[in-house]
């Protein structure tokens, strides 16, 4: 047997997806030392990010950098070394 009542109301729904965050250092095809940092602007509601890192535009396999966050910053020294 299902009930229905007249005037309730109905559930929330879920939280609207957020947008993608937009890298604030460093700059694009900027050619860092040993260690680098990631900073990104903060993005509403999200509770993780994921990273993603490597040296072809397409991002085939293998990434070179493949990590989920819990900050909107990010410091590897797992990059290769790109010389001029």
Known sequence: MTK???GSALPPGPPPVPVAPS???P???AAPGEAITFDW???V???IYTIQIDNSQTFSAPL???QTV???QFTTSALPTIRM
């Open 4 to 6: 229905f009542a007249l």
């Open 27 to 29: 700059a694009d095809g």
């Open 41 to 43: 602007r903060d993005v």
């Open 64 to 66: 070179t950098v493949n």
């Open 23 to 25: 890298l604030l250092s």
């Open 45 to 47: 509601g999200a509770a």
């Open 70 to 72: 819990p900050a909107s």
